[in-house]
């Protein structure tokens, strides 16, 4: 399944150019050590969509909000909040 789904994910277009057509509020959130999807992407994204927020969550990779429930709660509701 794991192999998989890693083929889907690799041959999957690329979305990068949709991205200005997003016209939500957006927050982009990523792990300060996110190997799989490193802080440089995740602002790229950001970039591209507009008025998107970037937060980059300390001592998280990939999952940070398994490994900072505590800061991506916080983060969550301070964005919910604007």
Do not use: C, K, N
């Amino acid at each position: 399944a794991f192999h998989r789904q890693q083929r889907a994910i690799m041959a999957r277009p690329d979305s990068r150019p949709d991205l200005p057509r997003i016209a939500v509020p957006t927050l982009v959130a990523v792990g300060e050590a996110d190997a799989l999807t490193p802080p440089e992407l995740a602002r790229e994204m950001a970039a591209g969509i507009p008025g998107a927020r970037l937060a980059v969550v300390p001592d998280a990779g990939h999952l940070p909000t398994m490994e900072q429930p505590q800061a991506m709660t916080a983060l969550l509701r301070e964005w919910l909040a604007a």
